[in-house]
């Protein structure tokens, strides 16, 4: 994570110091600063497992990641969406008892935030000894509770737990 | 090769595109607001309509002007959405289920009736708010 922030700082400086101030062999818009930035990240990463050879391994797991949770967020915005449009309601909401593998603070943060965000559920509370999450969810298939938490649990958490871990 | 390739017209079917797809996705979710049964429903289809359209609004609006300052902000706000909205959504349904909004009568609550049932025994926010001052 600190490598993170430090190589994402330099490739944002040495693209601001190009484009304000380097000559202007590039023209000068959105689509090319943000090509330099990739080139200096990708530079950097291809320089990382000199000095830190974990993050060489989490920067494409992190990408996939976060496309995988743009999917989610799609799919979940169309499920909500087609619910909306149809006059019955396909949903059979419930509030299931997620227990949690993850432990530290900002780990329980970030999956409440994701779950908040994606297939049509809402975190509600965590319960005192951060073991338990409660999810309202709106669509369980086959009134099979174990299924969706088995989803959540073995495509969120697991990301999440080979980016933090 | 590019010479005769109209750059503008490009970006502005892009970034047109994009921005109908926003504005449709923040238009069900509101219908949705004033449709569904229940409160904790209502925002569940409220949350991930607004975050997503707002989203697909300013990345619309990023490609149209293609400058890099201006595209450095878009990226930042909506980071920044991205990562409160979900925090306000979760806020707001705990204190629904602290002050026993009622839930949809086809909600399945199995596995929340031991929490509920501590919840409204030790917090009682409700009454404590709707007492009258002596």
Same mark, same amino acid.
């Given at each position: 994570m600190k490598t993170f922030i430090v190589h994402f700082l330099i490739a944002f400086f040495g693209s601001y110091v190009y484009f304000q @101030? =380097?000559?202007?062999? /590039? $023209? @000068?818009n959105a689509i090319w600063a943000v090509a330099v930035w990739v080139i200096i990240m990708f530079i950097l990463w291809l320089s990382s497992p000199s000095y830190h050879r974990s993050y060489f391994h989490k920067l494409p797991k992190a990408f996939t990641f976060i496309l995988f949770f743009l999917k989610e967020l799609v799919i979940a915005n169309l499920k909500v969406a087609y619910d909306i449009l149809t006059p019955n309601y396909r949903m059979k909401p419930t509030v299931i008892a997620l227990p949690l593998s993850v432990t530290t603070d900002m780990e329980i943060t970030l999956l409440a935030g994701i779950i908040t965000l994606t $297939? =049509? &559920? /809402? &975190?509600v509370d965590v319960s005192p000894d951060c073991k338990v999450l409660y999810v309202h969810t709106l669509y369980v298939k086959h009134n099979d509770v174990e299924l969706v938490k088995h989803e959540i649990k073995h495509g969120f958490e697991r990301r999440l737990m080979e980016l933090t871990r | 090769m590019f010479e005769n390739v109209n750059f503008l017209l490009i970006r502005e079917i892009i970034s047109s595109v994009l921005i109908i797809i926003g504005v449709m996705f923040m238009l069900i979710s509101t219908i949705g607001l004033l449709r569904f049964p229940d409160f904790y429903i209502r925002m569940s289809a409220i949350t991930k309509g607004a975050t997503l359209g707002l989203g697909l609004i300013l990345s619309g609006m990023g490609i149209y002007f293609n400058e890099p300052d201006m595209f450095l902000k878009v990226v930042l706000i909506i980071c920044f959405t991205f990562i409160t909205s979900p925090v306000a959504a979760h806020v707001i349904g705990r204190t629904a289920v602290r002050n026993k909004i009622p839930f949809w009568d086809r909600t399945n609550l199995e596995e929340f009736k031991d929490y509920m049932h501590n919840e409204h025994q030790f917090h009682r926010d409700h009454e404590k708010d709707n007492r009258p001052n002596k």
């Amino acid at each position: 994570m600190k490598t993170f922030i430090v190589h994402f700082l330099i490739a944002f400086f040495g693209s601001y110091v190009y484009f304000q @101030y =380097g000559d202007p062999v /590039l $023209p @000068y818009n959105a689509i090319w600063a943000v090509a330099v930035w990739v080139i200096i990240m990708f530079i950097l990463w291809l320089s990382s497992p000199s000095y830190h050879r974990s993050y060489f391994h989490k920067l494409p797991k992190a990408f996939t990641f976060i496309l995988f949770f743009l999917k989610e967020l799609v799919i979940a915005n169309l499920k909500v969406a087609y619910d909306i449009l149809t006059p019955n309601y396909r949903m059979k909401p419930t509030v299931i008892a997620l227990p949690l593998s993850v432990t530290t603070d900002m780990e329980i943060t970030l999956l409440a935030g994701i779950i908040t965000l994606t $297939p =049509g &559920s /809402l &975190s509600v509370d965590v319960s005192p000894d951060c073991k338990v999450l409660y999810v309202h969810t709106l669509y369980v298939k086959h009134n099979d509770v174990e299924l969706v938490k088995h989803e959540i649990k073995h495509g969120f958490e697991r990301r999440l737990m080979e980016l933090t871990r | 090769m590019f010479e005769n390739v109209n750059f503008l017209l490009i970006r502005e079917i892009i970034s047109s595109v994009l921005i109908i797809i926003g504005v449709m996705f923040m238009l069900i979710s509101t219908i949705g607001l004033l449709r569904f049964p229940d409160f904790y429903i209502r925002m569940s289809a409220i949350t991930k309509g607004a975050t997503l359209g707002l989203g697909l609004i300013l990345s619309g609006m990023g490609i149209y002007f293609n400058e890099p300052d201006m595209f450095l902000k878009v990226v930042l706000i909506i980071c920044f959405t991205f990562i409160t909205s979900p925090v306000a959504a979760h806020v707001i349904g705990r204190t629904a289920v602290r002050n026993k909004i009622p839930f949809w009568d086809r909600t399945n609550l199995e596995e929340f009736k031991d929490y509920m049932h501590n919840e409204h025994q030790f917090h009682r926010d409700h009454e404590k708010d709707n007492r009258p001052n002596k």
